[in-house]
Nanobody, 126 residues
Framework: QVQLVESGGGLVQAGDSLRLSCITS????????MGWFRQAPGKKREFVGA????????YYADSVKDRFSISRDNAKNTVYLQMNSLKPEETAVYYC???????????????????WGQGTQVTVSS
């Protein structure tokens, strides 16, 4: 079983940047797609982006493309979400998650991900 812990959230102003980290333990994640999702109050959890197991491919939601980027350091069992030009409507709890499938394809579906962190709050003020 893998455990995930997100960190790096906080209160920022519109236009600012933040880098979230997702540190994993219990099992190596080097052969698994990693995803980032977010959930705003009263809304469904939504896909933000995902990175392939080898870090060679990424995929993002249209709303964050060109502003967010995901990277990973498999040696450190850590995945990052760099968020630039943040907007107030992106206030949410941000979660990282591990794919169920070994060396699977990138996926936007939350049901594809087996293990989740507790989330980190990102608040963007206007």
């Amino acid at each position: 079983q893998v455990q995930l812990v997100e960190s790096g959230g906080g209160l920022v102003q519109a236009g600012d940047s933040l880098r979230l980290s997702c540190i994993t333990s219990g099992r190596t994640i080097s052969a698994y797609v990693m995803g980032w999702f977010r959930q705003a109050p009263g809304k469904k959890r939504e896909f933000v982006g995902a990175i392939s197991w080898d870090g060679g491919s990424t995929y993002y939601a249209d709303s964050v493309k060109d502003r967010f980027s995901i990277s990973r350091d498999n040696a450190k069992n850590t995945v990052y979400l760099q968020m630039n030009s943040l907007k107030p409507e992106e206030t949410a709890v941000y979660y990282c998650a591990v794919d169920r499938q070994l060396r699977g394809a990138l996926s936007t579906e939350s049901t594809r991900y087996a293990n989740w962190g507790q989330g980190t709050q990102v608040t963007v003020s206007s």
